[in-house]
């Protein structure tokens, strides 16, 4: 093989593994930024299933009050009908008797439904309450991955910059300005094998017989005329 597309393919190598490690970087991040807006949404939705029940603790309170009061209001009535004279006034006060127990009867239905409603809400909020403890132990997870994904990719980068500069020192000025152009513009690879069929790896487009021969010869720094991959035969290839 070519030398200069040897280093070349070491770079290439290099430069795919440190982008690996950027990208766990980068997909942790996204993760813990998507566990955040959802831990939001949850605790959003806490909050206002706790106005709900506390509204609802005011409503059943409220109507409590009211059953006292019509309570009262039919016991001094009932006294007072003790001492009524005419049918009139009887069936008069007879009439505002049953009206409190009807409004009586509504407060007690209404209890009902606001304690059905209450205990509805409280199971949600449990629910809710529960996922977002999930969450929070999950986002707590996800941001020591991070922070290990970080730590590496910073080692990584460190360790592969000394080994990167002495394969660059090694390759003419122009064979790496066409790599990095390359890079660039299409992302990795930016250098393709080529196949015993003479097909370009990074394009599969087949190369023109002469210059897949002059390939052969492992001696000229080649591009593909169709995706402008720098090419290079394997060994297997090479012997073929």
Known sequence: MNQQIAFIIEIQKIDIDLLKLEEAVKEAF????????????????????????????????????????????????????????????????????????????????????????????????????????????????????????????????????????LLVGKIKKEHYAVYETIKRSKKLPAIASVTKSGACTGCYRMLPPQQFNELLSEKLFMQCPICSRILYIEQDNSLA
């Open 30 to 165: 996204k993760g813990i930024k998507e566990t955040e807006n959802v831990l939001k949404a949850k605790e959003e939705r806490l909050r206002k299933l706790k106005e709900e029940l506390l509204e609802l603790s005011k409503k059943i309170g409220m109507e409590e009050l009211n059953i006292k009061s019509y309570d009262e209001r039919i016991t001094k009535m009932k006294d007072a009908q003790k001492l009524i004279q005419t049918n009139k006034e009887y069936n008069a006060m007879q009439k505002s008797i049953k009206d409190n127990e009807s409004l009586k009867k509504k407060s007690e239905d209404d209890i009902l439904s606001y304690l059905s409603s209450k205990d509805e809400v409280d199971n949600e909020a449990l629910q809710v309450q529960k996922e977002a403890d999930e969450l929070t132990h999950s986002l707590s997870e996800k941001k020591d991955s991070y922070k290990k994904n970080e730590k590496e990719f910073d080692a990584a980068k460190k360790d592969f910059a000394g080994k990167r500069a």
